[in-house]
């Protein structure tokens, strides 16, 4: 290597070392090039359309099962049993966000627009467990068990109606013709002579 050479290197060096100070000093004095939060205390504004965390707002779910169906990872898993109204009734929604991969179609195909994004995007835990998130407290099997006493206490109820309607028409029916009534009335038994 030639002194011309080793000038040449020594000039380099110095002109690469002035640039890169160059960009630390304008980071650095300039308060409008934020480039380090203190994280958490801190936070970036989130994007508007941001897929974060999926939210369900069952008191506006109808269980239509849309949001199951198209899933391509099949992370969401619903229950769901006809209520005494004749509407499904909501008994576990569950959605697995470990294994969510955020891509929306649920909440483009949801027809209530009850499933939505959040902006959360934290949940450390220890295990796959707490990343599934329930948004149903009480037990499937609870809830299956409380819908069905109230089935069954509606089919009571309309089963009386029926009865007393049917009977109300009789006694209509036997009041407007006298032999009718007599014709439809029980014959008492005769009684025995001892």
């Given at each position: 290597?030639?002194?011309?050479a080793?000038?040449?290197?020594?000039?380099?060096a110095v002109?690469t070392?002035?640039?890169?100070m160059?960009?630390?000093a304008?980071?650095?004095v300039?308060?409008?090039?934020?480039?380090t939060l203190?994280?958490?205390?801190?936070?970036?504004e989130?994007p508007?359309g941001?897929?974060?965390?999926?939210?369900?707002?069952i008191?506006?779910?109808?269980?239509?099962s849309m949001?199951v169906?198209?899933?391509p990872v099949?992370?969401?898993s619903l229950?769901a049993?006809?209520?005494a109204?004749k509407?499904?009734?909501?008994a576990?929604?569950?959605?697995?966000i470990?294994?969510?991969m955020?891509?929306?179609?649920?909440?483009?195909v949801?027809p209530?627009?009850s499933l939505?994004h959040?902006?959360g995007?934290?949940?450390?835990?220890?295990?796959?467990?707490e990343?599934?998130?329930?948004f149903i407290?009480e037990?499937?099997?609870?809830v299956?068990a409380?819908?069905?006493r109230?089935v069954a206490?509606?089919?009571?109820?309309?089963e009386a109606a029926?009865?007393?309607?049917?009977?109300?028409?009789a006694?209509?029916?036997g009041?407007?013709?006298?032999?009718?009534a007599?014709?439809?009335a029980p014959?008492a038994?005769?009684?025995?002579?001892?």
């Open positions: 290597m030639g002194l011309k080793y000038l040449n290197d020594i000039v380099e002109v070392t002035a640039k890169g160059r960009i630390t304008r980071y650095g300039d308060p409008k090039e934020e480039v203190q994280y958490p205390e801190e936070r970036w989130i508007q941001y897929r974060g965390f999926l939210h369900n707002d008191k506006t779910c109808i269980s239509c949001c169906k198209v899933c099949d992370c969401i229950e049993v006809r209520g109204d509407k499904m009734v909501l576990s929604y569950d959605i697995n470990g294994r969510c955020y891509c929306g179609l649920c909440v483009e949801c209530p627009k939505k959040t902006a995007y934290e949940m450390a835990s220890e295990t796959r467990g990343l599934i998130l329930h407290a037990d499937a099997a609870e299956k409380r819908v069905a109230q206490e509606a089919a009571a109820k309309a029926k009865a007393v309607d049917l009977s109300a028409e006694a209509k029916a009041g407007d013709d006298p032999k009718a007599k014709a439809e014959k038994a005769p009684e025995k002579k001892e």
